[in-house]
């Protein structure tokens, strides 16, 4: 099973890419130069190509046909693909532009293939279809003007010079520079918006994540993962499944409270609900709410293991908090709280509803159901340090877990009296095999679990229990002496 912290990424990753996406969508166009545009500015500087052509009698007088042509066409062509059917066409830009190419290429068979003027009509399609289409609109091209070309010089024959006039090639040169220059300026601007908006991209992308992990400390990592990577709606709905219950809460903590300031109660009890968070996450459970000094947490939604897999970890959950409360004990009793606390819980399994309850603005996903108020009244019930569970769930964990049979109670809502069972540990820690050890008395305490120490610390551990040995005798025959 994936640990919470990484639900926790994974999810936050899912939704800093959605609202990266949702960013971009809503971010402003960034086109290159408009073809209608560019397609003015190609035509135009083939119109002065011809002029000066015609002009320096390099062409023919009817040539001068063809700048009416060249002059007319863009207009023609932007109204074909805006005004006409053919605007909803996906890949107009492509076809349009094959079709410049044909015209490009029918350009230079009718001057019989002059080497400047050629060249440059040539160089400016294929500048705009490497511009626009890439490499495969660019061969595309090539092909349909070559073609074009090879066509118009069968028929018209090429020139009787392939060298143009000074005045003529100079145009050429200038027009063709000045529409890859220009065309190159839109390209620049483009490619700086591109990178303005993905810089503004990534920041609102970093935004989202760090929002996200700011909201995921008001829900159970669970709740927050499903809702988070759209596999649960956020709305009112509820629904039956079986689940295990757990309640918590501190023995003599209201004793404490008038004993202690408020600044020092306050850090007590949120380092107790850290630990004990920490604990839960751990084994899977959903951490429902806080209320005082009590814990809420169930097993079983929104992911489930099965019905004896999600009790076992219940009370697994269980008999680790009341391990690790121990912990906590010595730390506080370092920082003067004298008071022993302990914790009292009692977890019940069965059918309950769980789902969003409260209104559309103002939901809490949570459970009700008179399972939930048995494991509250367990948790009342419960001796300090004690776990109580109700028989369902002992019927599930009784092969893994000792138990004790504890007899029966009254519960509201319960048409007969409830048998009760207390946890006692896990069986494979029962025994001379046992692996976890306690003791404690005023002065002294000790808190051994044997399988989570490495070999490392072993001899550290075993070096400090000889010297703590070797002073307590020491002490001793001093005081007999």
């Known amino acids: 099973m994936m640990s919470a912290p990484a ?92 079709v410049d190419c044909v015209i490009g290429g029918g350009f230079i068979g009718c001057i019989g293939l002059v080497a400047i003027p050629s060249a440059s009509a040539g160089l400016m399609m294929m500048f705009s279809a490497l511009i626009i289409g890439g490499i495969r609109q660019w061969l595309i091209g090539c092909v349909f003007m070559v073609v074009s070309a090879l066509a118009f010089l069968a028929v018209l ?123 839960a996450l751990r084994y899977g459970g959903t951490i429902d709410k806080f209320v005082g000094d009590s814990i809420m947490i169930f097993f079983g939604d929104p992911t489930s293991r099965g019905q004896r897999e999600d009790a076992f970890a219940c009370v ?45 603005n103002r939901m809490d996903y949570t459970i009700i159901g008179k399972e939930v108020n048995l494991a509250s009244r367990l948790e009342s019930l419960a001796e300090p340090g004690e776990i109580l569970v109700s ?13 004790r049979d504890k007899g029966e109670i009254t519960v509201k809502g319960f048409g007969r009296p409830v048998p009760i069972y207390e946890v006692v540990d896990f069986r494979r820690d029962m025994g001379p095999n046992r692996s976890f050890m306690e003791h404690e008395h005023s002065g002294f305490a000790m808190y051994l679990d044997s399988e989570k120490i490495t070999g490392k610390e072993r001899q550290s551990i075993l070096n400090a229990l000889e010297d703590a040995a070797e002073r307590l005798r020491h002490e001793e025959d001093s005081a007999r002496e």
């Open 157 to 279: 024959g090429t020139a009787d010079s392939f060298q143009s006039p000074l005045l003529t090639s100079l145009s050429s040169i200038l027009a063709t520079g000045f529409y890859i220059c220009v065309t190159a300026f839109y390209s620049h601007q483009q490619a700086r918006a591109l990178m303005l908006a993905k810089t503004q991209i990534q920041n609102q992308r970093e935004q989202s994540i760090a929002l996200s992990h700011k909201l995921s400390k008001y829900l159970s990592p669970q709740v927050w993962q499903s809702i988070f990577t759209g596999e649960r709606d956020v709305r009112l709905e509820t629904q039956r499944k079986k689940l295990a219950v757990f309640f918590s809460d501190i023995k003599g903590f209201t004793e404490l409270s008038e004993e202690m300031e408020p600044e020092a109660l306050t850090e007590l009890l949120n380092h107790y609900f850290n630990g004990m968070s920490e604990v």
């Open 316 to 360: 697994s959950m269980a008999i680790d908090m009341r391990k690790h409360m121990k912990i906590m004990r010595q730390k506080w009793r370092s920082q003067g709280i004298k008071s022993p606390l302990e914790i009292r819980m009692g977890i019940s399994t069965g059918y309950t509803t769980v789902g969003n309850f409260g209104a559309e």
């Open 7 to 98: 639900d926790l990424r994974n999810a936050s990753n899912s939704l800093g890419k959605s609202l990266a996406s949702e960013a971009q969508n809503r971010s402003v166009a960034i086109p290159p130069m408009p073809d209608y545009s560019g397609r003015v500015l190609a035509y135009t500087a083939t119109a002065i190509i011809i002029v000066m052509g015609v002009w320096e009698e390099v062409f023919q007088t009817w040539h001068l046909w063809l700048v009416a042509g060249a002059l007319v066409w863009p207009h023609v062509a932007h109204l074909l693909s805006r005004r006409t059917f053919l605007k909803n066409s996906p890949r107009i830009r492509q076809k349009m532009l094959t």
């Open 391 to 403: 028989y369902e769930t002992f019927s599930l964990i009784k092969d893994r877990i000792m138990c």
